[in-house]
């Protein structure tokens, strides 16, 4: 069993930043990312990064939100800019390994929202 500690969600105006964090037990050979679900909606990728450092955003995170991670501290990092309305979530850390052994665990959520 792999523990998620998440951190840094809250209230935030339009345009403004939050950085959220999120500490594993393990980060070694997996990836690590963040999710986030929205009332009515699927959940959806944000970003994620494996403990090599190579990252992936959706489009909606480019450009503004920054992903980054910690071997020594197991933990990985999202730097959240120019915060939308619609970047209001609740926002779930993620870590998986696909190859043996394989694992996919999920944090338990933090909120995010964004309004005037």
């Known amino acids: 069993q792999i523990q998620l500690a998440e951190s840094g969600g809250g209230w935030v105006q339009p345009g403004g930043s939050l950085r959220l964090s999120c500490t594993a037990s393990?980060?070694?050979?997996?990836?690590m990312g963040w999710y986030r679900q929205a009332p009515g909606k699927e959940r959806e990728l944000v970003a994620t990064?494996?403990?090599?450092?190579?990252?992936k955003y959706a489009d909606s995170a480019k450009g503004r939100f920054t992903i980054s991670g910690d071997n020594r501290k197991n933990t990985v990092y999202l730097q959240m800019d120019n915060l939308k309305p619609e970047d209001s979530a609740v926002y779930f850390c993620?870590?998986?390994?696909?190859?043996?052994?394989?694992?996919?665990?999920w944090g338990q959520g933090t909120q995010v929202t964004v309004s005037s």
């Open positions: 990064i494996t403990s090599g450092g190579l990252t």
């Open positions: 393990v980060f070694s050979g997996s990836t």
């Open positions: 993620n870590i998986r390994r696909s190859m043996t052994p394989q694992y996919n665990y």
